[in-house]
């Protein structure tokens, strides 16, 4: 159960693979005080240099269903070709001792998460073009060339729900789109 009295506010950032969430959810948290990040959980495989606990908690497709199951997520989705999900008791832990949270997590979970925290804050991360998403993209070398066609053909669809948040923010500078989207947190907090 949430606080009322003490709930610190969960910011939701969601965008296209390879649109610069990552880089800016890192930049944003080292700049903002009192801002915690959740770790997802996700059936997706480690990726090199990835650590079980710190960028997600890597669990079997058996142990999601269960969790599924037993209710205990906030959110979740398949994405891409994997589960995603965030852990109800992880946000409401953060919200009730005052802290902000903030989720990188994919439309379909920002959209579930819309209608059960209605304050939450939805920012949508975009590229400033499809070819520059696609340079940046290739430019990680983490992906496969299927992984990296999947991850292109659902930027699209992505892109078309980007009208359904509060915020946009086109990362097109980096320096200056992690201005941006400090100055927005920290205009809501
Ligand atoms: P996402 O988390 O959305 O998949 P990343 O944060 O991993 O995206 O960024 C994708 C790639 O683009 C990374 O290699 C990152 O260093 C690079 N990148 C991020 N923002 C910018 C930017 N504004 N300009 C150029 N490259 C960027
Ligand atoms: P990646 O595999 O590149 O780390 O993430 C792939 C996609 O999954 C990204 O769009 C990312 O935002 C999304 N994602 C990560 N964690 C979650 C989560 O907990 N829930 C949902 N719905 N999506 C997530």
Known sequence: MLNENKKGKLFVISGPSGAGKGTLREKALNDIKNLVYSISCTTRKPREGEVDGVQYRFITHEKFKEDIEKNLF????HVHSDFYGTLKADVIRELN???NVLLEIDVQGALQVRKKIFDAVLIFIAPPSIEELEKRLRNRHTESEEALKIRLNNAAKELELKD???FIIINDDLERAAA???KLIESQI
């Open 74 to 77: 906030l959110e979740y989705a």
């Open 97 to 99: 001792v005052g802290n």
């Open 164 to 166: 359904g948040y509060d």
């Open 180 to 182: 941006e989207l400090r």
